[in-house]
């Protein structure tokens, strides 16, 4: 008797239902992504964040960068609103900002630790330990296939994740000072230009949905954690916001992909097996 599926019929991209989802998440990823990146809305006139940032570079004798944000604009996109708002906890240490600034630096600080739970080498680690746990312990036959579909979509989104930074050459924020807007260079091999989307935020998104579907009484729980590891990436200054939302559901549907199909190959050769 075949096992039932883990994968939620809504979500199941091998189903009409699942993949009319799937292509809304995508849309509404990529109107969040052009909302995030590319539309001005924090005015630069008494922007604070903004100008604690030029200010830090003025105090230690550097100059900013001519390019950016530009003579001609006006206003900031999300992102970059959100980097200053990071960058000014870190750059301006001695800041006086009660409460609100020494919270944001502690988050930052255990940002710096715990963005390393979602290294991808890492969790494709973890996630072969655990699959071959499946074969030792019986009792854990159950977790197999998710686990083993987890494997293949975390090396599937993995391997695009890489070929879309590339492609993609978009500049990584750490260095805001020496940006442009847009800072982008297609076909950049540069590690600083590789900033679209977040490998971090692809293997969490993997990690979520596998727990998801092996635990999905916890889903909220689950869900909590992908945001707090895709907003490391944000307070350590290594993404901007808009690259961990495309990451997050890149790794999250490759793992629903794989495992349907996995689901459905034992299905049939079960049924091969019975009919013998």
């Known amino acids: 008797m075949s096992q039932k599926s883990v994968v939620p019929p809504s979500l199941d991209p091998l189903d009409f239902n699942g993949l009319r989802n799937w292509s809304l998440l995508l849309f509404i990823s990529l109107v969040l992504f052009l909302f995030s990146s590319r539309l001005p809305i924090y005015s630069l006139s008494d922007n604070m964040a903004h100008s604690t940032w030029m200010k830090f570079y003025e105090d230690n004798g550097e100059s900013t960068a001519s390019g950016w944000p530009g003579e001609t604009r006006s206003a900031l996109t999300f992102d970059e609103q959100m980097i200053?708002?990071?960058?000014?906890?870190?750059?301006?240490?001695?800041?006086?900002?009660?409460?609100a600034g020494s919270t944001l630096r502690n988050l930052r600080s255990i940002a710096g630790i715990t963005t390393h739970l979602s290294e991808g080498f890492a969790v494709l680690l973890v996630l072969f330990l655990a699959w071959g746990i499946t074969y030792w312990r019986?009792?854990?036959?159950?977790?197999?296939?998710?686990?083993?579909?987890?494997?293949?979509?975390?090396?599937?989104?993995g391997?695009?994740?890489?070929?879309?930074?590339?492609?993609?050459?978009?500049?990584?924020p750490n260095e805001l000072i020496y940006r442009s807007f847009p800072d982008w260079e297609p076909m950049s091999l540069e590690n600083n230009h590789n900033s679209l989307p977040s490998g971090h935020a692809t293997a969490t998104g993997v990690l979520v949905m596998l727990l998801s579907m092996l635990f999905p009484r916890w889903t909220p729980l689950w869900c909590v954690l992908g945001?707090?590891?895709?907003?490391?990436?944000?307070?350590?200054?290594?993404?901007?916001?808009?690259?961990?939302?495309?990451?997050?559901?890149?790794?999250?549907?490759?793992?629903?992909?794989?495992?349907s199909i996995l689901e459905r190959q034992e299905e049939r050769n079960q049924s091969s097996i019975s009919s013998r």
């Open 227 to 259: 945001v707090w590891l895709c907003s490391t990436r944000v307070f350590t200054a290594d993404h901007w916001p808009s690259d961990t939302v495309i990451g997050f559901i890149l790794g999250a549907f490759f793992v629903v992909l794989w495992t």
């Open 138 to 157: 019986p009792q854990l036959e159950r977790f197999r296939t998710p686990l083993k579909g987890a494997l293949a979509g975390a090396i599937s989104a």
């Open 84 to 99: 200053l708002e990071v960058r000014r906890t870190w750059d301006t240490q001695n800041s006086e900002e009660g409460l």
């Open 159 to 172: 391997i695009l994740a890489r070929l879309l930074k590339i492609g993609f050459g978009r500049g990584r």
